[in-house]
């Protein structure tokens, strides 16, 4: 084992137990599953040890082990969709719209245009959600993105299921908007 070798795993291992404990904190509050907690953090240090440390050191440590966190989030998140977002019997073009998003974005098809409208609702569903406040953003990617439901993550919570309802409402309320306005962008383009 060469000397460069050995300091770059030493500085690996080292950055390990220095973030270790706060990254598992900030997964464990956006995935319940403790087993997927622990192939989240796992992956989130792989990524790292898969970097040349010498040849291309990383400016700032936090910012890329949680950047690299949240992504493997993301992708969890996709991976374990396995419920369509419900809505209410399509009677104007609103909810029309919903129901066809919903379908592309679960939609087996692999063509070229679909997998590009599919990236592109996934790209402005993420900037929706990022602009809720936690609460709400939370209460509609439990439920609908990661499959709990309300009683669950009130007992998880501790926070009342009626309060879940509310938040998650509100969320959906914004999304609706949100995506309202891409698919009329996608119907005028």
Known sequence: MT??????QQNVTDIFYKYRVQLKNYIAKRV??????????????????KIDMIEKPIEQMSAWLYSVANN????????????????????DDEDTFLAEVSSLMFDKDASPETTYLRTL???????????????????????ELDGFSFKEISEATGVSVN???????????????????????????
Request: cysteine-free.
């Open 163 to 189: 309060t879940l309802i509310s938040r998650k409402r509100y969320a959906v309320l914004h999304l609706r908007e949100r995506l309202g306005n891409l698919y009329k962008e996608l119907l005028e383009g």
């Open 32 to 49: 319940f599953s403790k087993e997927d907690r622990e192939d989240i953090l796992q992956n989130v240090f792989y990524q790292l040890s």
């Open 3 to 8: 000397n460069d070798l050995a300091k770059e």
């Open 72 to 91: 493997q989030i993301i992708d969890r998140s996709r991976k374990h969709r396995e419920v369509d977002m419900p809505y209410v019997t399509a009677k």
């Open 121 to 143: 609702v996934w790209k402005e569903l993420d900037a929706a959600l990022s602009e809720l406040p936690i609460e709400q953003r939370e209460a509609f990617e439990l439920t």
